[in-house]
């Protein structure tokens, strides 16, 4: 059963031509989390994004980064920076594609033209994982190894706050939360997520893979 988890707010205001949040988010335990996507959605009045580009590497037989937050629209390279082959797919509903064999570069891009979180995989090394969270709104922030991630130059106003990881136990409830220009809020957010699973991966030359 999903249950919505705890969210402490300290705000305060400073001297500034725009508002920012700050988010520091821990396990139920006080353990930084990272990877953790917090996200703003505007109660109206969304923007139109810039269209954007962003890159997930194949390197060491891993997705690098893990976690990649994009607005809806963005295209997105999967350059092969190692000495063999790739073969990168996702079954996502909100993004389906694939990849097939191929090193360097692929030729076009992804267009990730859906909101929603997507799963990546590659077909010939089943350990390799990562996520991309497709959103509405420019306004985002992922957390860094100590748990903080921040989002600047926000309009006053109304918005909702969201806070999401790949591998979360349950859903955190959203968070109301009201800007003036000179805003500088500050949120201890919890969140409990499951450990990511340490897989035991070939030498790079068994197979030649």
């Known amino acids: 059963m999903l249950a919505a988890l705890p969210v402490a707010m300290l705000g305060w205001a400073c001297a500034a031509n725009a508002a920012s949040i700050n988010a ?19 109660a109206s009045g969304m923007p139109r994004p810039a269209l954007r580009r962003a890159t997930i590497e194949q390197r060491d037989r891993e997705f690098q980064p893990y976690l990649t937050i994009v607005t809806k629209g963005t295209a997105i390279d999967f350059p092969n920076r190692d000495p063999f082959k790739h073969h ?10 694939e990849i097939k064999l191929y090193a ?29 969270l497709v959103v509405e709104t420019p306004w985002f922030a992922k957390s860094g190894a100590d748990g903080s991630a921040t989002i600047k130059h926000l309009p006053a106003g109304a918005y909702r706050l969201r806070l999401w990881h790949p591998r979360q136990r349950a859903v955190v409830a959203d968070v109301k939360v009201e800007l003036k ?23 790079p030359d068994a197979g030649g893979y």
């Not at 805003?183 to 030498?203: E, L, N, S």
């Open 104 to 132: 360097d570069k692929p030729a076009k891009p992804i267009l990730f033209d859906k909101s929603g979180e997507v799963v990546l995989g590659c077909n010939i090394h089943d350990w390799m994982e990562a996520h991309v």
């Open 88 to 97: 990168v797919y996702s079954f996502s509903p909100p993004n389906v594609f």
């Open 181 to 203: 220009s000179t805003d500088a809020q500050h949120f201890d957010m919890t969140i409990d997520v499951a450990p990511r699973a340490v897989v035991k991966k070939p030498p």
């Open 24 to 42: 520091m988010v821990r396990t139920p335990d006080g353990i930084p989390v990272e990877d953790a996507a917090v996200v703003l959605n505007p």
